[in-house]
């Protein structure tokens, strides 16, 4: 069943959800100091705050029966942020894949970054705003499986989700090779594989997609054979691994910029 609402909370996700106006925002639910901290730190204006429906708590004990009730409705558990304020917004618009290719079609450069079963969502959010960072057109996740968008997942992304385009797939093995068809360039990373991502050449491609999988297990089977190009990031140290977000991040920095 569809949300009716999403509940953002972080200074930055919420001033970023406001200025972007990409979708409505119901109600801004803070106390005084809340209010303070959103124009210092978010860098809104009096009148952007005006602007809004607002709920104004008389203190924190106050704001978080709110929030408890709130979540409750979200069929979440309540858990406290740092932040005295919060906003009820239109849920983020997740994009079809119809409308990926599209795009695909139409533009002459594109990034994408793909996420096979990454289900953390601290990394999941910790990419997104990676990717948002290094200009990032969309971040394609499975239809199941995926982390979810939380209040968690707002948090930790500080306003990415408003500069990012979310795509969820049904087969994310055949939509690989859907863009391989379409001329992307599609590098999968994986620390099994022999070939480095210093020895890949991206100079001739302007349509480019990188596929990460989950830090425990790694790519899927299925994902791995629509893959014609697997690499890894080779250590230099004693550590061989790396967080999936790290990893990421070293990775979109050699296939993005």
């Not at 948002?132 to 499975?142: D, E, K, W």
């Amino acid at each position: 069943m569809a949300r009716e609402f999403d509940i953002i909370i972080g200074i930055h996700s919420i001033a970023m959800a406001i200025k972007s106006g990409r979708r409505q925002c119901f109600k801004l639910y803070a106390t005084h100091d809340g209010i303070k901290e959103l124009m210092s730190k978010g860098g809104l204006s009096k009148n952007e705050i005006n602007g809004l429906s607002q709920k104004l708590c008389r203190d924190n004990n106050e704001l978080t029966k709110e929030a408890t009730r709130l979540f409750k409705e979200m069929n979440l558990s309540f858990t406290r942020f740092p932040s005295q304020v919060f906003l009820m917004s239109e849920p983020l618009e997740t994009k079809d894949v119809s409308w990926l290719f599209e795009q695909a079609d139409k533009r002459d450069e594109m990034k994408i970054i793909c996420l096979d079963q990454v289900s953390d969502v601290q990394n999941g959010a910790a990419i997104l705003r990676t990717a948002a960072f290094f200009g990032v057109n969309v971040l394609v996740i499975p239809q199941k499986g995926n982390f979810g968008i939380t209040p968690a997942f707002y948090r930790t992304a500080s306003g990415a989700t408003e500069c990012v385009d979310i795509v969820c797939v049904g087969n994310l093995s055949r939509f690989v090779r859907t863009l391989d068809e379409k001329g992307f360039h599609v590098i999968g990373m994986s620390e099994h594989a022999e070939k480095s991502l210093n020895e890949v050449d991206i100079s001739n491609s302007k349509k480019r997609c990188l596929v990460m999988g989950a830090e425990d297990v790694g790519l899927s089977n299925a994902v791995s054979r629509s893959i014609k190009e697997i690499v890894a990031l080779k250590p230099l140290g004693e550590i061989k691994s790396l967080n999936v977000s790290v990893a990421t991040a070293i990775a979109m920095e050699k296939v993005f910029s």
